[in-house]
């Protein structure tokens, strides 16, 4: 982002539209929501934060950087977000864990008038049984989101972490 | 580099040597999983002695000058591909006073030049510069006896067989062609039988000893029990047959799973018919589960650890191999390298993607094995003098009973070369 | 929150009324002081951050989870507020540490006119005389707030901490 | 469980012999505090040895197949009830390869099933099931001479005594009564003198050794010290006596202080009267100090070490009772488990809830005890040959002395035991 | 801030002008700007967050604290900005390094019309090579931000860092 | 203080002998930078030996009662000024049971408090209070042989040569004045030649052993090849000149560089004419640069390391003091303290605070060295047999190769030192 364009956002920031404010509040609520329903364990709802053919992935930023695909989650669509939460629930073995996200750094920009691009950091911080709480990962949210009749939802979301070392395993989305 | 006479030290724990109470391997005194005195003693007889450890992929470094970093055992070591395209393997530490030479993880150079005093080695290893070696301002520099060629980046041996990139400390070492052996060269020539692309890694920090996972790899007996998804949503297909072969020293291992009869590997095919062991459980995406006909054998899976840095897998069309990397007696590091076939179509190549989500530090039929070394570390790492059993088929002839699958004949195997190698 | 709920929300969302924004903006800013007066150790202050009869309390959530009612700090009143301050500037022996707080995941609920609960994520990053930052608590606060003469004050705020192993010991309030 | 031969370790520190330069007790070299070989010994003569330790209140786990995961030393057991009531405990670590086998920290279950290969055990540890022990298509399972009964999980010893479950290792060990003993006992059946109801845990991490904490709760002497808050606020009442008891062999301990004449814990009757030592200070919600009479004898304070893990507390009206668990050489985790009685009215509930605020990690009168402990391990730990003192009221007969609170007699009295069991 | 000083901010609160509403978001995306350059490497921005005087500092708060002078970052003008930027990408020699900022806690007060002081907690998440993350720095913005025809700008940005022991070396400024 | 005998600890790693293959010190085997035999055995015969440990600045406590809080190696210590201005040092470990005495970083005080007990010491460490000693209530307190005189805090000599204080735990270290020695003396005569102020202090923790940071500030050798600020922005002047000199034993160094003919520290002079090594790159806020000429002789730079804890460093006109704290093999923490001259005008005051920008953990020129160290650390740690080299310069008399600034011969002067204090 050059310094002009910092300043015309600034410039029109100097007497940011009530609109704007609007647009941020409503994004920033729907991450304030989603994160929240994670870390309460509501992994129920978790999918419908998502478009049907909602797209979320996490991947390591060591790959991202160098343009290459895999990552540890690619779920394409509700009905892959809904099997991750049963095979969570019914299938696989892990030991009891607490999320706690942190946000900050959310920017934005307009698609058109029903998409938004944003972006934000997120660190979650993991308590296990021994009851010690660590940084369990670091990264940035890459999301695309969209109006729709229920309110907005992600079409996409990709975290890439730059905690490249996943300790012991992840089972619950970030 | 200037040799020191070796270590004195040897397998023992707080001062008491280590037994095996049988010679066949099916005791296993926990604290193997624990000592840092055999962790010590296994840098020297097993990462730095006569063994093969798996560095790369050959698809990571495929052009001249390309080079990666990695390890064997704890030693951080370089491997290059060199302008002739064959390879070059060194530790990374430089030959003036020990600094890594190399801090990239991956990347294209000509030469390596340390950081500290500049000193730069080509992609072999061999000492090509020194600032001010002649002095400056009529000062001398280096001694006039000192040679350039006794000051090279300790070199390793290095071979690779079908891409896949190994490196030795040893002399002893028999070659990489032999150390595969004839047993397990079919399994690589299987999986790598035409050129890959490499897709990405993903890393999982274990806080379990690097044995633990070598077992979990030889352990069929865990597949089905520890892992519910297959029996939750019924991936264990009517008909799954087995083969699982060993080398003769019990060190590498083959297993795999084939598709029974008339099991198109189409996860349709069997979607409807087969209740799931908890009522109503069922996947809604079930096309994770197809399998495409790849090879002559029609194989579910296939899980081939040559040890003791690698493990060879195919899941359904998930192509991966993994590399254990020790650090310290209580942890290790896996790192997963993903590719596919350089000749995969688009659609191919988004069912890999997609396949991708059953193994890894996330995997929905892997996921648990980390955590399996973690359970066993933890319950014994109190020093307790107490051993693992490891009985299941003893008494039968491995060949006989190792086909079902439900048998700790090569986790016996294991441990017997393992003293082998160790002099325990 | 069912995804209806979700899209109710959302739904009135879309032409999110400013005094929903206005609402959110003072709970949040409350909450900004009350983590920058206790980082900024105006400890003297913080017994005015609730109403004559607030409740604070400091609860390991696996008593919480489990009903038990353990935890530790239960403060009735203002007085018992104060008392805590006063026992921490006189009586008691501790080390010398800084608190960050971190806070993310605001959700509220009107409960009448002038009451809302609340609930936000916490992580409080502590830094003692060694000089290194470590993650101390993580934990989500489970507060009600009314509306007073004197502005938003906290009723009740129950600090319920993933991190059941406090090391050494917890003087501050969260 | 197969056994290998006991370690050879002993009481040495960077192979120099520990050693207490005199027999009183007096003097304790600071080596104890940080060495790991002083720390594996205390595992295995300690903690594995002819001792018996707290591991859970019968209120925690009152129903049939409840259980709840603890620790003897560094050893991650289990105790459960049996259906017909009785108690079992075992060491957590599966009888097959070692895996931990109950994963939570408390909860309800019929049988134990180790996550790894499905072994499954009974709420006594018998092991009850193998999967395909009988192996499968005709191929072998186990052993033909594979006992499940020499494969349970190891047993401990268990028993209770007032509600509180103790487990040892060792067949050494006395019979729970008599390790209690004559002169612990009254005190026990004195705080739990009728049914309890659980209330919570909280827990404190220390990086200080274990025994520092042993020692700070045999340590009268640095109570109106060390806690300003009595001070402070005057919680010292006038005429406040103290009785002061220890087993014979000096490693348990009971201290009691009680109201003076004519004080009937009512804090409004001294609240006036009593200026702060720091004038001007008042607690404004003095009912914090309110100690409602419960008890025969008027009692503000008792603190009743049971060595090597136990400690009985009774602040006012706030009970509870801590768990020390070892944690290395450098850290112990302290757990306080609160409870009420069966029939306490809302009010006293309430009561006890309000004076928790006394004791835990964030207790008034109690949080500088785990820092004292940190503050000794700091300047301990850096090798040097040194040794604390602990003088006061030597010289004296016991008995004489200690009444006054004002004694490390109890301190000196544990150290000899201390040496005993060590064999140092 | 005593107790009359909340109520006064609350009371006023209670009918929050949109414009102070608007200020707080000006003031907080400029913030969320800052921190969103600097972990995506867009170092080269960073300079023109600052007004071509501006001062940027970072100073451990147990010299602060003492009244003393020294820290590990003094630039004076936006050329010194500029030159620890080209050092950085030029001369220095460090491991490559992730940044995530934290924020929280932010308060400002009006100085005059077009400035303000502002402070705000921050968590700086690092992640080195070995895929690992861990808190490497927290503590306290404390900054003078000025309304200029580019819209706001730093004049003084003073990152009081809780962190004394900086591990191994900081060349990305915070 | 009770005295153990010493400990039986030697030279050895995994119980095999270190050895340094070449007298001259030219071989440096990486064991010593991560045995932990090695780094326990370093406490007691260079921290707790016959050396002098930089603690503080005279400046940072200029009034009676004033203290600090710093370490002699792994151990905590603590600096006073006493009423009559003398310095006093002792052990922050309280006489009774060990507990960290001091517990703030700083600050006046005359008397100090054990938390723990309330002993009490005067600011010399001389026992002044035991509460309690007579007992109370008719009941005796310490023993009648108790004698104050016996049991003050253990003191540590201490003396300050120029405003530096030093202390010693040895009765065998040379006085300060001789150990610094006449060929050091003139470099901290010449930076302290007038009344400072302290400014403050940075610090750095850094994974790496604490030798690899002594080493480096006795390399000349890297300083233009590791710090490519100096080249990158040319700020190595036309004809620079170097001197330096160590001490006999050779474990003392001072290096200076001076400015060559002609030009007078001002960057204007010649910002212009020479062209950045890389095209186009200038810095555009020269006066970073600029060197105000303080001293007789004009230096741009002044590094002189007093083993084992100081570096004394001029950087341009940047003052301050390096203190090497070693917090394990593995680590060690670097403080720079900063200073000014009591006389500097405001402006000198605000160009000082300015080129702090160059020295300390974001230092332009000086961020290099931690990461150094550490890389040498990551490569060395493997436990391989493996030496360092240093030859640079080997063959030829130290004084006639050193002045270049392209030589090792004070690193392998300060091995030969270093195996000599050690007895290795
Ligand atoms: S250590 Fe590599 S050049 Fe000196
Ligand atoms: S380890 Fe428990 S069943 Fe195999
Ligand atoms: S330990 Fe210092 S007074 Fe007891
Ligand atoms: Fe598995
Ligand atoms: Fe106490
Ligand atoms: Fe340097």
Known sequence: MSASTIAEIERHGAETALAE????????????????????????????????????????????????????????????????????????????????????????????DSTVDMQSNYVVVQTLTDGESRVYQAGRYFDRVVRTAEGWRYQRKRAVYDTSRVQTLLVTPV | MNELPKPAINGSHNGKPICFPQADGSRIPYEVYSSPEIYALEQERIFRGPTWSFVALEAEIPNPHDFKSSFVGDTPMVVTRNDDNSLSAW?????????????????????????????????????????????????????SDFDHKDHGLQPLRVDSYRGLVFASFSDQTPPLYDYIGPAMRPGIDRILHKPIVYLGCTRQYVKANWKLYNENVRDPYHASLLHAFFSTFNIYRAGMRFRIVMSDDGMHDWLMAFHGEGDDGNSAAYREKVASFKEGLRLEHTALLDNVKEYDEFVNTHIQPIFPQLVVTQIQNTLAVRQILPKGPGNFELIFYFFGYADDTPEMRTHRMMQANLVGPAGLISMEDGLATELVQRATADGSDAAAIAEMGRGVPDEQQIPSGISEGHIRAFWRGYQELMGL
């Open chain 1, 21 to 112: 404010i609007r647009l941020w509040f409503e994004l920033y609520r729907l991450q304030e929501r989603y994160i929240s329903a994670i870390d309460a364990d509501r992994l129920e709802e978790w999918p419908d934060f998502f478009t049907e053919d909602g797209v979320y992935e996490i991947v390591p930023k060591e790959n991202a950087d160098l343009g290459l695909p895999v990552g540890i989650f690619h779920c394409f669509g509700r009905p892959m977000l809904r099997d991750r939460i049963t095979s969570l629930r019914n299938a696989n073995l892990y030991e009891a864990h607490i999320y706690r996200h942190m946000t900050s750094g959310l920017e934005f920009t307009m698609v058109d």
């Open chain 2, 91 to 143: 530790v990374n530490r430089c030959a003036h006073r020990g600094a890594i030479v190399c801090r990239s993880a991956r990347g294209n150079a000509r030469s390596h030049v340390c950081a500290y005093h500049q000193w730069s080695y080509d992609t072999r290893g061999n000492l090509r510069g020194i600032p001010f070696k002649h002095g400056v301002k009529g000062m001398p520099g280096m001694p």
